[in-house]
């Protein structure tokens, strides 16, 4: 039993190692990079990551059940509305074109850089990833369920804190300007008043996506047997 828990720590720290430390340390991309070219340290990351997320699912459906608390019902209730949170905002995010994503760096030079549900926060699916590690690490009181969950929570939340570094870095002019307009902590930019939420920009077409996919997660949860009612 000891030695799977084992096995699911090293799975977690191998996936929050390469992206806080081989994709998000500017010492280590930097020397990584030199070597073998900006293409070869994306495929690079790229099978990295697809080796992290097999194994990290692999020891999670293979460690055993240790019990550190027992979720309770107020509990499970709030994992239902953090994960639907979650979904808003990853959802909303990944149909919104953003500044901060890999590709889309050249939007920072726009006129208006922060649209739609950035106005709520700049990393809207990393913030989606966060909650929805959140949801359910509050709802799955074991261990290895605190060491999976709880390595995306960390790394969603050390990503947003180095994309904001690396975009500072080459584009301190037209990031400025966006993050003056903008917040890491959602809401924060709306309730000091740097900007305005905009339901039109948001698009409720997007909503009613995510609201979507959330149902089909719900449903599949109590398909195969994991049903967040009980």
């Not at 280590?28 to 495929?43: D, H, P, S, T």
């Not at 939007?107 to 989606?128: D, K, M, S, Y």
């Not at 929805?132 to 050390?158: D, P, Q, R």
């Not at 698009?203 to 994991?226: D, K, N, S």
């Amino acid at each position: 039993m000891a030695s799977n828990l084992h096995v699911m720590a090293a799975a977690a720290a191998f996936w929050f190692g390469i992206h806080a430390i081989v994709s998000g340390h500017l010492g280590v991309r930097g020397a990584l990079v030199a070597k073998i070219g900006e293409r070869g340290f994306q495929g690079l990351f790229s099978l990295l990551s697809v080796v992290a997320l097999a194994w990290i699912i692999m020891a999670y459906v293979g460690a055993p059940v240790v019990e550190v608390f027992k979720a309770t019902k107020g509990m499970k209730h709030l994992s239902f509305t953090l994960v639907l949170i979650a979904f808003l905002f990853a959802v909303l995010g990944v149909l919104t074109p953003n500044p901060s994503s890999v590709g889309q760096e050249l939007l920072l030079a726009r006129e208006n850089p922060a649209v739609g549900i950035q106005r709520v926060t700049r990393h809207p699916f990393l913030w989606g990833v966060m909650l929805w590690s959140a949801g359910h690490l509050i709802s799955n009181g074991n261990a290895a369920s605190l060491m999976f969950f709880g390595s995306f929570l960390l790394t969603a939340a050390v990503g947003t804190v180095q994309i904001d570094a690396k975009r500072r870095r080459l584009q301190p002019d037209n990031f400025a300007r966006y993050e003056a307009a903008t917040s890491n902590l959602p809401f924060a930019a709306i309730l000091s008043k740097r900007t305005k939420i905009a339901l039109g920009e948001i698009g409720y077409w997007r909503i009613a996506v995510a609201l979507g996919l959330y149902g089909v997660a719900l449903y599949l949860h109590t398909l195969f047997g994991h049903s967040p009612y009980k």
